[in-house]
């Protein structure tokens, strides 16, 4: 069974930092594209970060230069690192692990006061 937890989030002031953390189980980590994704109230869940299988890169524009995503393939886990962050940064950010199949964490709360 496949299981993605979420980690790292909580309530900080603007311009403060937070890192996020995705440990998978039930799957092989290292061939699969992980992302993070992120839903604030009332709106549609929206692509923030991605590091593909080789180590690829790739943010929403929103986000380049303050977050950096990465991954440990021995501990099956992937990172987001929050610098900077802004009330709009607020949201649910959830984890996301792709290769033939989507799977997807319940989400951890980052809530940024201003």
């Known amino acids: 069974q496949v299981q993605l937890v979420e980690s790292g989030g909580g309530l900080v002031q603007a311009g403060g930092s937070l890192r996020l953390s995705c440990s998978a189980s039930?799957?092989?980590?290292?061939?699969?594209?992980m992302s993070w994704y992120r839903q604030a109230p009332e709106k549609e869940r929206d692509f923030v970060a991605r590091i593909s299988w080789f180590g690829g890169t790739t943010y929403t524009d929103s986000v380049k230069g303050r977050f950096t995503v990465s991954r440990d393939n021995a501990k099956n886990t992937v990172y987001l690192q929050m610098n900077s962050l802004k009330p709009e940064d607020t949201a649910v950010y959830y984890c996301?692990?792709?290769?033939?199949?989507?799977?997807w964490g319940r989400g951890t709360q980052v809530t940024v006061s201003s």
């Open positions: 996301n692990a792709h290769r033939n199949d989507d799977y």
């Open positions: 039930g799957l092989a980590f290292s061939i699969q594209d």
